[in-house]
């Protein structure tokens, strides 16, 4: 990975440009047929700082979680109140979560808009376990939390930055894909396994606290485990991505309209097992 270019002396920065830190997870071995989760791939050799730049006005640190998350409920359940503030010992603490996953039956990168609460009995995870509803009306009453919760970044904003980051034109027509830019999109299934279940943990953790502010995001990332020019345009992808959250969130904050239903799109059958 060309991790080189973040080793330069970080320049000072303007008054009010503090540091942004962002703390990075990706899952582990999920199926036989992957037994590397690109997620993890790219996680792990993520740069410790990007440096203020003139396109990037805050310099950056990425604290990326010490080990590939297992694919289990009980584990995801049981780390996320620890991993996120106020109990994550991390300091400064994360201003921005992002948690990426493998989406194997995709072929292009997407942000996904929110989570649902419900509908994560039907798959077991590596530990042969299923979390049904009654679980999680136990975890998650439905008194107290939504059924669908979504990011308070502004996501549509997110996309544009990160596009135009990434070489895109600076004006989508709606044309054809153009296959010489990376394929990234906004989604709303983030699928019916553990990466909707860490995104909606994440994002009811700050609901709880907060309501209005959840800076939690989820990257879907298609197989690269084949090919090193792949998971090195992944690993570019999502520098790209942290790159634009951070810029977003300079530029807008991240309390938005949060609690909007099936924005930019229908939520789909949530039944594809790939989704780790």
């Not at 544009?160 to 830019?181: N, Y």
């Not at 790159?243 to 799109?265: C, P, T, W, Y």
Request: charged residues 25%; aromatic residues 8%.
């Amino acid at each position: 990975m060309p991790l080189s270019a973040y080793a330069a002396k970080q320049p000072p920065t303007k008054e009010n440009e503090k540091p942004v830190t962002v703390l990075v997870t990706g899952f582990g071995p999920f199926l036989s047929k992957y037994p590397k989760n690109s997620s993890w791939e790219i996680a792990s050799t993520l740069p410790a700082l990007i440096p203020a730049s003139p396109d990037n006005k805050t310099p950056i640190h990425i604290h990326v979680h010490q080990e590939a998350i297992r694919v289990a409920y009980k584990t995801v359940l049981t780390l996320v109140p620890n991993l996120l503030p106020p109990a994550n010992p991390l300091c400064p603490a994360p201003d921005i979560i992002l948690h990426i996953g493998l989406a194997a039956g995709r072929n292009y990168f997407a942000i996904e808009q929110g989570s649902h609460g419900r509908g994560y009995g039907k798959i077991p995870d590596v530990d042969g376990q299923r979390f049904d509803d009654d679980a999680a009306e136990s975890a998650f009453p439905a008194s107290k939390f939504p059924e669908e919760l979504t990011t308070s970044f502004n996501i549509s904003d997110v996309l544009a930055r990160w596009k135009v980051g990434l070489g895109h034109p600076a004006v989508d027509d709606g044309a054809r894909k153009d296959k010489r830019f990376p394929d990234v999109r906004i989604s709303t299934n983030a699928g019916n396994f553990l990466c909707g279940f860490i995104y909606y943990n994440s994002l009811a953790h700050y609901f709880e606290i907060k309501q209005d502010e959840r800076p939690v995001v989820f990257l879907h990332v298609p197989d690269l485990s084949g090919s090193g020019d792949k998971l090195r345009e992944g690993w570019n992808v999502t520098v790209g991505l942290i790159k634009a959250l951070v810029e977003s969130r300079r530029k807008l904050g991240v309390v938005d309209d949060g609690m909007r239903r099936n924005a930019g799109g229908d939520r789909g059958v949530q039944t594809d097992d790939n989704f780790a």
